[in-house]
């Protein structure tokens, strides 16, 4: 491979004229979470002239201009999986929201269901080869940059460079700005007793040899905490945070038994801390992989024991599943729930679970309830759910009846609405 010059760098010019290559009514991806490129973001929505355009992403970081008018009657938002900044403005109509699996989204783009025009991303510098990575985001990006006509990019000297099937030529960018910035974090919350309650009943589901899938949050955090006293547990997740760094270095994740990518922790992406960058940047353990492979279904069942951890807003008494709503209102996003649960529920020895707390809103509401609210997306289906945890307890509903599934979900609802549940379950004719 043709080494790369010694001058690259200049090459770089202001994110003005980076975006300056955006036309009206294209299609842009846009990096997201820690890599989200928001001087880029920024610039383009900063362009008056432009129009029509549709700007597809996950969960970003950061000011989001195209959640307000003026700019949202020109750039507008397309939500493959909804974060914070974007809730209010996709329940106001001003942007739009996509459910899909994570697995399916990279095809969205391969497959031109959504053609690109445009990708915006931010990357690592490149090394002597020429090579720049996506990062701390594989993810849809990967996608994206091999689907889009363009690439445009933010050259940032602080974003780690990490392994796997990430690299980007620097020579397949377009343009790009340079930038030496600390990357967005996400830092890890107080976990609460409930919440530890509920890490506790989970680590006990986990055996040795097992390999693990979960999220960020109050919840993955608390298993995490009580796994140290495990060993050879593997890891293949969409994601990471820094809750695992601790069982990496004390040696109880070694990925020995994993059948897939054994020897390395596998993941899309990760979100978190500084430390936990500067863990993955030029790590050979650690390989980033479209999420169209970390979330295949034929090959998360490849791995031993897979334990899925998933979180839930609402279940019913049959085993529903709500994980992107509160009622109509958009939440989050279908994510890799599906595509995990599904996977461990075909892995030999695997546990897919979904955990929750029985409660919300300081316990005046249960979340283990007759049906789900009006407009509740099913994320996870009756026919896939199996292990269900709360503060009070572990019920698996695999093989379970209507009534049967009723019973079980309401011995782990707060006491407070389990005689409210049972008098619904003996007066509904078909449990």
């Known amino acids: 491979m043709k080494q790369l010059e010694s001058n690259w760098r200049a090459r770089a010019v202001s994110p003005d004229e980076v975006v300056s290559h955006i ?14 490129p928001t001087a880029l973001m920024v610039a383009m929505c900063d362009r008056a002239d432009l129009t029509d355009v549709r700007a597809y992403h996950l969960h970003t970081a950061g000011p989001a201009p195209f959640a307000e008018p003026p700019v949202s009657d020109r750039v507008r938002s397309v939500s493959l999986f909804t974060g914070p900044a ?3 403005a996709v329940a106001a109509g ?40 996506l990062g701390t985001s594989c993810d849809a990006a990967r996608a ?18 990490t392994h796997g099937h990430t690299t980007v030529a620097l020579d397949r960018i377009t343009a790009f700005s340079l930038a030496d910035q600390p990357l967005y974090e996400s830092a890890s919350g107080v976990i609460d007793p409930v919440e530890a309650r509920i890490g506790e009943l989970i680590a006990g589901l986990i055996d040795d040899g097992a390999t693990l899938q979960m999220g960020i949050g109050a919840i993955p955090d608390a298993v995490l905490a009580n796994l140290g006293d495990k060993h ?33 922790t596998t993941t899309s992406f990760v979100w978190g801390s ?53 009622g109509h209102q958009i939440y989050s996003g279908i994510g890799g729930q599906m595509d995990f649960i599904h996977g461990a529920s075909l892995s030999k020895g695997g546990k897919p679970i979904i955990a929750l707390p029985s409660t919300a809103k300081a316990n005046t509401v ?41 019973e079980l979900l309401t011995s782990i609802a707060h006491p407070d609405f389990r005689e409210e549940l049972r008098k619904t379950l003996a007066q509904v004719r078909h449990f």
């Open 23 to 36: 036309r009206s009514g294209d299609r842009v991806f846009l990096h997201a979470a820690a890599a989200t």
């Open 86 to 88: 974007m809730r209010k």
């Open 94 to 133: 001003r942007a739009d929201f996509i459910p899909v699996f994570l697995s399916a989204i990279p095809g969205l783009f391969t497959q031109r269901v959504i053609p690109l025009e445009v990708a915006i991303v931010q990357v690592s510098p490149p090394d002597r080869h020429g090579l720049c990575t």
């Open 144 to 161: 994206a940059v091999d689907s889009a006509k363009t690439v445009l990019a933010v050259i940032n000297e602080q974003m780690p460079r």
């Open 232 to 264: 050879d547990l593997g890891v293949h997740t969409e994601m990471f945070s820094d809750g695992l760094l601790p069982l990496i270095e004390g040696g109880v994740v070694t990925n020995r038994r994993k059948e897939v990518h054994t020897g390395r």
């Open 274 to 326: 500084r430390k936990l960058y500067d863990f993955v940047d030029d790590n050979p353990r650690v390989e980033f992989h479209p999420c169209d492979r970390t979330n295949d279904t034929a090959l998360i069942r490849r791995n031993p024991a897979v334990i899925a951890i998933n979180s839930a807003l609402q279940v019913d008494l049959t085993g529903q599943v709500c994980a992107d709503s509160l």
């Open 366 to 406: 249960s979340r283990i309830t007759m049906a789900l609210t009006e407009g509740a997306g099913v994320v996870t289906t009756r026919g896939h759910v199996h292990w269900m945890v709360t503060e009070y307890g572990v019920v698996n509903l695999h093989g379970k009846t209507l009534r049967e599934r009723g």
